[in-house]
């Protein structure tokens, strides 16, 4: 398994889950991601469902306005995570696809789909960005010193 795949299956799995959160998704997402997170250990289980839970109550409890940020935020770190654990195991990746597909399929549309806007406002600058990917940057002109 290569790490770019790791990469993807991971952030996917980090967007699905934090876009589940507050919406009728939320009940399937916290099962699933409860039974992939503690891998069959009980205590493993209940930890995973705290950090849910902690998860799912954040967003309800932010202003509306407030939500994408948090999302943001969020699905960042849930993303290391889910990398850990594929990386600890690749067997979960599998699943993990699966629950990612299933959720793409329960979540409302604006809970798939994250925009993203940059802008460049200097002369001559650059703005760039990526979501759940990567940016590789390629120069063959003259030397920007020249």
Same mark, same amino acid.
């Given at each position: 398994?290569?790490?770019?795949w790791?990469?993807?299956?991971?952030a996917?799995?980090?967007?699905?889950?934090?876009?589940?959160?507050?919406?009728?998704?939320?009940?399937?997402?916290?099962?699933?991601?409860?039974r992939?997170?503690?891998?069959g250990?009980?205590?493993?289980?209940?930890?995973?469902?705290?950090?849910?839970?902690?998860l799912?109550r954040?967003? +309800? @409890?932010?202003e509306?306005? &407030?939500?994408?940020?948090?999302? #943001?935020?969020?699905?960042? %770190?849930?993303? !290391?995570?889910?990398?850990?654990?594929?990386?600890?195991?690749?067997?979960?990746?599998?699943?993990?696809?699966?629950?990612?597909?299933r959720?793409?399929?329960?979540?409302?549309? +604006? @809970?798939?789909?994250?925009? &993203?806007?940059?802008?460049?406002a #200097?002369?001559?600058?650059? %703005?760039?960005? !990526?979501?759940?990917?990567?940016?590789?940057?390629?120069?063959?002109?003259?030397?920007?010193?020249?």
């Amino acid at each position: 398994m290569t790490l770019d795949w790791i990469l993807q299956i991971a952030a996917s799995g980090g967007a699905a889950l934090v876009g589940a959160a507050a919406t009728d998704a939320w009940s399937y997402a916290r099962t699933e991601f409860t039974r992939l997170l503690g891998r069959g250990d009980s205590q493993g289980e209940e930890a995973a469902a705290r950090k849910l839970d902690g998860l799912a109550r954040e967003i +309800e @409890q932010a202003e509306p306005a &407030q939500r994408d940020e948090i999302r #943001a935020r969020r699905q960042a %770190a849930w993303q !290391v995570r889910l990398e850990d654990l594929v990386e600890d195991d690749t067997a979960v990746a599998n699943d993990l696809a699966a629950v990612v597909e299933r959720l793409r399929e329960l979540l409302p549309a +604006e @809970q798939n789909a994250w925009v &993203q806007n940059i802008t460049a406002a #200097a002369p001559n600058a650059t %703005a760039q960005g !990526v979501q759940h990917g990567n940016i590789i940057n390629h120069y063959s002109g003259p030397s920007p010193s020249s």
